[in-house]
């Protein structure tokens, strides 16, 4: 660039020397403007817009150029860090510093003669040369300060460079930490508020027992009250436990999903054929089947998620399902749905709700359940058991022999895929290996017993 050249040498005028010599650097001034930024900002003083050394053309006795030279590697290297905008412009005190550089070696060099020709240019480069040998001398002092004073800026800016990068760092840890406690925090507090309606509708029924005891004993109607109370004292817990195992609201309805197109085929959720939910739980399905604008309404044991359904405006009742469905009347319902409830059942019970489904249902009415499949190893060995609620694992082909014992028909079984379920790296040997004949079913069965499907679902019809 014309900026970068050295002055060019005239014959009139200034000195021959003057001309040769560069402008003084100062690194005093860089030292200082260094100094002065790292105490206000270790103050507090100034703010971020405020926080910048002198550019080039600023930097008053040096000699600077209008546009900043290329950075050199050390900003390469740190040019790349993440997050809040920088308290000091890296890149302007390192162009600084490297035109500083570039200047630093005064003395040493000769100017271009582009403007001389013939024996002038002669003359001048001779002259030059003697001016130059004279001047390596008087500045070898001024050199050997430039570049101590040069490497000393260096190494404090690396220092104060580093010093930012470690502070960021902390920085960044503590907001983690603060935004981790902050949501067990929020988990917490939603616990309590869960827990508070339960605690005072227990003391409620206790006093009021108590109110109606005294002075006589408790009455057999009295005490059912108090046993039915008991039944609740876990909704709380429960709900506790679905948040932090079940997945989110997204999640499940995403899942859910897949079973609309069944319920549609069978022209269900329509007012004369409407869709019961037993088990409805956080009301994620209740909630797609009206978006999708189908008729339905849940049953659910848990006054907590009962509450919760109701403050998202769904239609939930509370009551045991068996005591429910035998209080319909036959074939009042278009589909009946249970996610994740049979596995709760005893045996009794769970035949008891296939022979109701069979009772309540309109002709074509289909009944869609589903459960954990321990076909998948690690379901039916580990997964299944973080419920404590769980009876026992129900096997796919158990289920469906029991539905189609039980009166319905087209019983069909459908396998999916958890979301968080890894996948099948396992692959089968090419035909032609020498060992495929013998690891070839040994990979096959453990790609059906570690890698198949996590859940799975009888879609079963009454029939017409």
Known sequence: ??????????LSGPGLA????????????????????????QSGAGSVSESRFPSPTETRGMTMVDSPA???????????????KPLIDWVELNATLNVAEQHAAVGTALPEMSRFSGIKRRIVRFVARCVLNLSRFLTQHQRLFNATALNSMRDIVNSIRQLEQAHRAAIHRLEAEVTRRLRDLEKNVSQVRMTLPLQERRINVLLEEARRRLPAPFSPEQLQTLVHEEEHSFDALYVAF?????????EIKER???????????????????????????????????????????????RVLLDQCRELGLDVRAGDLIAHLRGLPDSSLGAITGFHIIEHLPF?????????????LKPGGVAIFESPNPENVLVGSCNFYLD????????????????????????????????NQLPNPLERLPEEHPLAPRLNPLIDLASSRLYCAGDFAIVAHKAK
């Open 256 to 302: 859910l999903a897949v079973y609309i197109p069944v319920v549609k085929e069978a022209a269900a959720g329509t007012v004369d054929r409407p869709l019961l939910d037993i088990g409805c739980g956080r009301g994620e399905w209740l909630e797609l089947l009206r978006g999708a604008g189908l008729k339905s309404y849940g049953l659910d044991i848990n």
């Open 242 to 250: 679905e948040d932090q195992f079940r997945g989110s609201r997204e």
């Open 70 to 84: 290329a950075t050199g590697p050390y900003l390469a290297a740190t040019s790349g860090v993440c997050g809040p």
């Open 348 to 360: 009794p019970v769970l035949v008891s709700l296939f022979d109701e489904c069979v009772r309540v």
């Open 388 to 419: 404590p609620t769980h009876q026992k694992p129900l096997v796919p082909l158990t289920i469906q022999f029991l539905a189609e014992q039980r009166g319905l028909v087209n019983v069909e079984l459908m396998r999916l895929k958890q979301p």
């Open 18 to 41: 003057t001309q040769l010599m560069p402008p003084d650097i100062s690194p005093a001034i860089l030292v200082a403007q260094i100094r002065a930024e790292v105490a206000r900002h």
């Open 1 to 10: 660039m014309q900026d970068n050249q050295a002055p060019k040498l005239s």
